[in-house]
Each structure stands twice: as structure tokens, then as C-alpha cells.
């Protein structure tokens, strides 16, 4: 079956833009979780959400930063006032239920340039 | 605050070797340990899934070990091959999303 999906799978944008990045979870799994994997710095956990609980936001390095899930389904990562540290790849990853036993499947990633 | 911790940072071996990469956890209040692997400006590939009440899993080639009390997990990947060259990365799940290692970056030579 499908999995998940992410776009674009590139996206370079100039200092001080919007940016928004899209993920598609496999169809069923209620959990979808964001992470940020920068050069050097590894992957560090961002955003998470499971069915229509609030999400767990504890992840995210500013204000600038936000995300929504519509539906269920599908979930939009949005970066405001992009600065040049924001460049990293974006991914995200999908699950059947929440925090626990489950594995996580991910995306191929967003790569994100600020220039 | 959980951390994970992967040892060596980068391996390289010839082709047929068996080898072994290290993974280590400080908080052992966690309920999974996945393993991945990453190809170069590619997602994520989980190559194994260990429950916190298993102590190893096998797929193919590969074996994972999980010492939950000692805060360990080995991967084990026997006669190894070119296509093997990646980057490995180990990820426990607790009370948090996933926390990663660092990664293994693994190259086989022909």
C-alpha cells in the first residue's frame, strides 16, 4: 500500500518568506509526528499528533513555527519568517496509534534551503 | 531526558565482514527500539522493531539485541555487502516521540 508521503520534496526559499510542507500518513494511522533532521545536529523530534487530542507541541524551536492536521489525515508544517538555521530536512512519519508499541513508518523528507 | 548515544560514528569494512554497531540509552523506561536505516537525501527505512519485553529480533542478515536494563541495543549484520552502505540509525520510543542516536555511517567495500 501506500506510504507516506511528503511535499515538495524540495523547496529553497530567501530569508524572511512563509513556507509550507505538506505530509500525507498512510490511510488508518491516527498518529503523525513531525522531526527535523539538520547537518551535524541529527534528527530531533518536532510536533506530534494522535486522533483529535491536542497536539504535543514540545518539540518546536520557536513561535515561528506551527502545524495543523486537518481531517485526521492530512498535516501541514508551517514556518514563518524562514531564517537560514530553519535548513534541514523536514520529515515526517505516520503510525497506527499513539506513543507506545507502534512503529513509526516515514516519509522521503522534505529538504528545505533558506537562502 | 532520555539520550541516545551510537558508537562508532562512521565503520567501514570489507565486503563479507560480520559486524556490529552500538547503540546506547540512558533513561530504560522506554517501550520500543527501532532501528533504521538512511540512504544518502532519502527517508527513513525501519529495519527493526524491538518490543521493551523482547530481547532480540531478526530479519534476514540482521539482528538486533535489546538489553533493557543496561541501556544497550547491538545490530548485528552478518557477511556484509556494498548495498549495506548507509547510514544506521538506532531510536528509542518512551514516554516521547521517538529520541535518535546520532547514527552509523557504514561503508562495505567492494
Known amino acids: 500500500g501506500a506510504g507516506v508521503s511528503q511535499s515538495p520534496s524540495n523547496k529553497v526559499t530567501e530569508k524572511g518568506k512563509d513556507v509550507e510542507l505538506r505530509c500525507d500518513p498512510i490511510s488508518g494511522h491516527t498518529a503523525l509526528y513531525w522531526y527535523r533532521q539538520s547537518l551535524g545536529q541529527g534528527l530531533e523530534f518536532l510536533i506530534y499528533?494522535?486522533?483529535?487530542?491536542?497536539?504535543?507541541k514540545s518539540g518546536l524551536p520557536s513561535d515561528r513555527f506551527s502545524a495543523e492536521r486537518t481531517g485526521g489525515s492530512v498535516s501541514t508544517l508551517t514556518i514563518q519568517r524562514t531564517q537560514q538555521e530553519d535548513s534541514a530536512v523536514y520529515l515526517c512519519a505516520s503510525s497506527p496509534s499513539g506513543i507506545g508499541s507502534y512503529e513509526q513508518y516515514f516519509g522521503p523528507g522534505t529538504r528545505l534551503t533558506v537562502t | 531526558k532520555q539520550e541516545v548515544t551510537q558508537i562508532p560514528a562512521a565503520l567501514s569494512v570489507p565486503e563479507g565482514e560480520n559486524l556490529v554497531l552500538n547503540c546506547s540509552f540512558t533513561d530504560s523506561a522506554i517501550y520500543n527500539l527501532q532501528w533504521f536505516r538512511q540512504d544518502p537525501g532519502k527517508g527513513l527505512t525501519s529495519l527493526l522493531l524491538i518490543q521493551s519485553s523482547q530481547r532480540e529480533q531478526t530479519s534476514g542478515r540482521l539482528n538486533a539485541s535489546l538489553d533493557k536494563s543496561s541501556g544497550r541495543s547491538t545490530l548485528y549484520i552478518a557477511a556484509s555487502q556494498p548495498g549495506d552502505s548507509a547510514t544506521y540509525l538506532c531510536?528509542?520510543?518512551?514516554?516521547?516521540?521517538?529520541?535518535f542516536g546520532k547514527g552509523t555511517r557504514l561503508s562495505v567495500i567492494a
Open positions: 499528533f494522535q486522533g483529535n487530542s491536542a497536539p504535543d
Open positions: 531510536a528509542v520510543a518512551g514516554n516521547t516521540p521517538l529520541v
